[in-house]
T-cell receptor, first 116, second 116 residues
Framework: DGGITQSPKYLFRKEGQNVTLSCEQN?????MYWYRQDPGQGLRLIYY???????QKGDIAEGYSVSREKKESFPLTVTSAQKNPTAFYLC???????????????FGQGTRLTVV | SQQGEEDPQALSIQEGENATMNCSYK?????LQWYRQNSGRGLVHLIL?????REKHSGRLRVTLDTSKKSSSLLITASRAADTASYFC????????????????FGKGTHLIIQP
């Protein structure tokens, strides 16, 4: 089945550690996105990528890094520089960046990151 | 910055009743989308309404858009317990600024509870 898969579902991190969240899609979508969601809040854009080997900062990119070496994969690294990383992270994809506007975004099931 | 603001923040109704939630936004849009999120899960696209449309239906969903008032409403008719979820509106800008963190902008959501 086509879809977008995030792993792991739950992740615990010690302070000062970097962690990487996985996002894989087999929808053949060009564009991929990372959002952060805090309790009772909407989604805030961290990074997005329109095409392989290209990505752009979103509203809250500080303390995060990404790579886009393959069309199917868009991993997010939460670095120790992120002051408050505990949150729910959502990955999404769309046909292309214009497609995000014209049609819809497809979301993964999310990764809940907790700093202990 | 958040473009869409949903109202009310929370809504509790009896099964079988209709549920109405509203979304207001600030700047010109290309389209407005509604998404649903079950607790701890990813978002699922429900419906997209373009700026030149006034009303759209999909099953038990009815969406209206009033661009003069910069507002939209989502009506769920004959609600079911399974409709319990958070509902988000997301606005897509009329024009891409290019290179910026544009794309979909999400509100904080309306949490809908359907009492059996």
């Amino acid at each position: 089945d086509g879809g977008i898969t995030q792993s792991p579902k739950y992740l615990f991190r010690k302070e000062g550690q970097n962690v990487t969240l996985s996002c894989e899609q087999n929808l053949n979508h060009d564009a991929m996105y990372w959002y952060r969601q805090d309790p009772g809040q909407g989604l805030r854009l961290i990074y997005y990528s329109q095409i392989v080997n290209d990505f752009q900062k979103g509203d809250i990119a500080e303390g995060y890094s990404v790579s886009r070496e393959k069309k199917e994969s868009f991993p997010l690294t939460v670095t120790s520089a992120q002051k408050n990383p505990t949150a729910f992270y959502l990955c999404a994809s769309s046909i292309d960046r214009q497609g995000l506007v014209r049609t819809e975004a497809f979301f993964g099931q999310g990764t809940r990151l907790t700093v202990v | 910055s958040q473009q869409g603001e949903e109202d009310p923040q929370a809504l509790s109704i009896q099964e079988g009743e209709n549920a109405t939630m509203n979304c207001s936004y600030k700047t010109s849009i290309n389209n407005l989308q509604w998404y649903r999120q079950n607790s701890g899960r990813g978002l699922v696209h429900l419906i997209l309404i373009r700026s030149n449309e006034r009303e759209k239906h999909s099953g038990r969903l009815r969406v209206t858009l009033d661009t003069s008032k910069k507002s939209s409403s989502l009506l769920i008719t004959a609600s079911r317990a399974a409709d319990t979820a958070s509902y988000f509106c997301a606005t897509a800008p009329w024009m891409y600024s290019g290179g910026g963190a544009d794309g979909l902008t999400f509100g904080k959501g309306t949490h809908l509870i359907i009492q059996p």
